[in-house]
C-alpha cells in the first residue's frame, strides 16, 4: 500500500469521525533502537516494534487510555500478579501453527522462525508506518515462504488502532496453512482483561463479546466479524477490540479467544473449533501465487456498548473500501 492510498485511508478514517488528529498536526515518532523500532504518540512511548529474539517480529508493550498497559509483559519480563504460562504468546503478533507441516506458533529447535529482512519503511508524522520483508524460515534455516507486514497506527479520540496486514507469497514453493487452532492474529492481554483467574492471578475482571452476540467463554471456537475484550486496570475500563476484514480468507474468521488472556484470529482451525474431521481447515498457497489478510486493534475506554465496537468495526470497514474505491478511480 503506497503513501497516497495511505493518506486516502487516514482521511477516510477521519471524515467518519474515528480519529481527531488535525491534517497537519505530526503525532507519530518512530525511533530506530537497535533490534527494535520504538514508537511514540505525542512524545509517548505507544509501543516497540522488536524484530528479533520472540521467533517471530512482536509488538511489546502497547500503551492504551490512561497510560496503562494492554498486554502481559511476560515473557519480556516477569511481574508479580501475572501468569508465565505459554513463552510463546508475546504480546501481540501474526504467525501461524502448522506451515507446511512446521510450527511457527511455539518456540524451540524444531519450531519456524520469521526473519525479517527489510525494513521498507518506518516512519512517524500524522500516523506511525512500520513495513518489512519477512522470510519464514524452518528449522534447518531454509526458506518455507515471504510475507510483506504492513503496520500502520492511528491516534483514536479515546486511545489507538493498530491496521496489521500480512501479505504471504508462496515464493519458494507450495505453501500449506494447516488445520491447527494455534494461529494466527494473536494477542496476550494484561491479565486484568482476563475472563477468569489462575495460575498466579488475583486480579482478572474481564469480559467478552463477539460481533455474533456470544459471550466471555461462549467465544471460544465461535466465528465473528470482531471481538471484544474488556475490564478494570487501574480502575480504568479499558478494551482491545479485534477486527477481521471482509476481505480475508474464511471471514468471519474463527477466534482461539480463551479465558487467559490469549485472543486469536483464525481462519484455519476448523477441525478443532467445530469438531470436524483434521484437514477441512488446511490452505494452500501455489507456488508464486499470495494471500492477504487484514486485521485491526482497537485499544478503547469503556465496554463494547460505550465504546461503540459494532459502529466502529462498519465505519472502518467503510473507510477502506472508500479508500479503495478512490484509488481504483486514480
Known amino acids: 500500500m503506497n503513501s497516497r492510498l495511505l ?38 512511548l505507544f509501543t516497540e516494534y522488536i524484530t528479533k529474539g520472540y521467533n517471530k517480529p512482536v509488538l511489546y508493550p502497547i500503551i492504551g487510555p490512561h497510560g496503562v498497559s494492554m498486554t502481559r509483559n511476560y515473557p519480556f519480563k516477569e511481574v508479580k500478579g501475572e501468569a508465565t504460562d505459554h513463552i510463546h504468546h508475546s504480546s501481540l503478533w501474526f504467525t501461524h501453527g502448522e506451515v507446511n507441516g512446521i510450527s511457527f506458533w511455539h518456540n524451540g529447535e524444531k519450531t519456524g522462525k520469521i526473519i ?27 526458506t518455507i515462504c515471504t510475507d510483506r507486514t504492513s503496520i500502520r497506527i492511528f491516534k483514536t479520540p479515546k486511545g489507538a488502532m493498530i491496521s496489521y496486514g500480512v501479505t504471504v507469497h508462496a515464493s519458494e514453493g507450495d505453501v500449506k496453512f494447516g488445520d491447527t487452532k494455534e494461529g494466527s492474529m494473536g494477542i496476550r492481554t494484561h491479565p486484568n482483561l482476563r475472563l477468569s483467574n489462575g495460575k498466579g492471578v ?4 474481564g469480559k467478552a463479546v463477539n460481533s455474533s452476540g456470544h459471550k466471555d467463554k461462549q467465544l471460544w471456537g465461535k466465528r465473528a466479524k470482531w471481538v471484544d475484550y474488556w475490564g478494570k486496570i487501574d480502575d480504568h475500563t479499558v478494551g482491545v477490540a479485534i477486527f477481521d476484514h471482509p476481505n480475508n480468507p474464511r471471514h468471519p474468521t474463527w477466534w482461539h479467544a480463551r479465558d487467559y488472556g490469549l485472543i486469536a484470529a483464525n481462519p484455519f482451525g476448523i477441525h478443532n473449533f467445530e469438531g470436524k474431521k483434521k484437514g477441512v481447515g488446511d490452505m494452500t498457497i501455489k507456488k508464486g501465487e499470495k494471500i492477504s489478510f487484514l486485521y485491526a486493534f482497537l485499544f478503547h475506554e469503556g465496554d463494547a456498548e460505550s465504546a461503540d465496537i459494532a459502529g466502529t468495526y462498519d465505519r ?15
Open 316 to 330: 472502518w470497514v467503510e473507510a477502506i473500501a472508500n479508500m479503495r474505491a478512490r484509488a481504483g478511480n486514480k
Open 202 to 205: 488475583t486480579t482478572a475482571n
Open 116 to 142: 525479517p529482512t527489510e525494513v521498507v519503511r518506518a516512519k512517524g508524522g500524522r500516523f506511525a508506518s512500520i513495513v518489512t520483508k519477512n522470510n519464514w524460515n524452518g528449522p534447518d534455516g531454509k
Open 7 to 44: 493518506l486516502l485511508l487516514f482521511a477516510g478514517l477521519l471524515s467518519l469521525g474515528q480519529l481527531e488528529i488535525n491534517a497537519q498536526e505530526d503525532v507519530f515518532e518512530v525511533k530506530k533502537d537497535g533490534d527494535k523500532y520504538r514508537i511514540e504518540m505525542n512524545g509517548k
